[in-house]
């Protein structure tokens, strides 16, 4: 491959060594459910490059439950997500976050591993598995697996600026106990508006570890943080509660677009933290 003449080149992949390898190939472009990738490809076509197809790629599909940790690979649909069994009989609300994407179409080609790859403004999967504490497995060219965890990958653009496979996203099921996603259909084809998802660690007094993420009101989703240690250390009073609000859009360039402007999403966002907020107090494990 490596002395191909110019062009695009075509691979469906089988397994993942042969991903892992391709990756080394210049202009190397992963395919999964083409929802993003085709709308893209269709308005600039690539002149170069291997486009290697992971759907045939049988370790990619898989979803496990071991040593307490839900493995979600990442070639799974969001349907395949919606239906899995493992997932309803042991974290049936990520079956309903997947039910919430797009339409049908959407559910049964997209996939985690194409939601989770694109800094996608309104992206339940990156905001509620980072809520989540996440983790990836990934594979970087000429590199073994390396684990990274969601919450870094979604910032690192220097990993997110070069070829690699995401190969599945892992995460504990019981954090979802104390997890709680406030979501609003955009009008927009494609994705939530202004939605925010939160977990904590409560223990009836204190607050002690908290995840703000918000998505669907910036170009890219984001993380809270200046309201994540806002809140955190504190007993969660209206008072403290309403100050994590102030600074949840801190140092954010909001959207400002046919679905509302800063001001209008800035008050969506903190009147859906202030729910979410109260959710998860009254409904502490
Ligand atoms: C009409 C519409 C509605 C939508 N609604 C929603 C919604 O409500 N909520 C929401 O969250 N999202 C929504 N989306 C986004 C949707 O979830 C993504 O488009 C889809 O999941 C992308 O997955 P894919 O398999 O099609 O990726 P592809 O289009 O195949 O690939 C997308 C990108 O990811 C890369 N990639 C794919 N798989 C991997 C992998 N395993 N490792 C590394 N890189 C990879 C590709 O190289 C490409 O750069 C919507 C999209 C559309 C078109």
Same mark, same amino acid.
Request: glycine share 8%.
């Given at each position: 491959?490596?002395?191909? *003449? ?10 993942? $060594? +042969?991903?892992? !390898?391709?990756?080394? !190939? /210049? ?36 979803? =496990?439950?071991? $040593? ?26 990520? &079956? ?8 049908? +179409? ?17 992206? $339940?999967? &990156? @905001?509620?598995? =980072? ?41 504990? *099921? !019981? ?13 927009? &084809? ?45 007993? @969660? ?12 859009? $801190? ?10 402007? /800063? ?12 729910? @979410? ?6 409904? &502490? *494990?």
């Amino acid at each position: 491959m490596t002395d191909a *003449p110019r062009g695009v080149y075509a691979l469906r992949a089988r397994t993942l $060594d +042969e991903v892992a !390898e391709s990756l080394t !190939e /210049p202009g190397a472009m992963l395919l999964a459910g083409g929802q993003s990738l085709l709308p893209r490809l269709r308005s600039t076509p690539l002149s170069q490059g291997l486009l290697v197809d992971l759907s045939g790629v049988e370790a990619l599909r898989q979803c =496990t439950l071991a $040593d307490g940790w839900i493995r979600l690979g990442s070639t799974m649909t969001h349907s395949a997500i919606a239906r899995s069994r493992t997932i309803l009989e042991n974290a049936p609300r990520l &079956a309903a976050i997947a039910g919430l994407i797009g339409d049908e +179409e959407v559910r049964n080609r997209g996939t985690l591993g194409g939601a989770l790859r694109e800094p996608h403004p309104r992206s $339940d999967w &990156a @905001a509620c598995l =980072t809520a989540l504490d996440t983790t990836l497995e990934v594979i970087r060219p000429g590199d073994g697996r390396s684990t990274v965890p969601l919450r870094d990958y979604l910032s690192n653009d220097d990993l997110r600026n070069e070829v690699h496979l995401i190969v599945e996203a892992r995460l504990r *099921p !019981e954090a979802l106990a104390s997890f709680h996603y406030e979501r609003q259909a955009g009008d927009a &084809a494609g994705g939530p508006n202004c939605s925010i998802a939160v977990s904590t660690s409560y223990d009836g007094v204190h607050i002690s570890k908290c995840n703000i993420v918000v998505t669907g009101a910036a170009p890219r989703t984001f993380i809270a943080t200046a309201s994540e240690e806002a809140l955190c250390g504190t007993t @969660a009073t209206k008072e403290h509660v309403d100050a994590a609000a102030a600074l949840l859009c $801190d140092g954010v360039t909001l959207l400002d677009d046919s679905e509302g402007d /800063p001001k209008y999403r800035a008050h969506l966002i903190g009147s859906r933290f202030t729910t @979410a907020i109260r959710e998860l107090l009254r409904t &502490a *494990p």
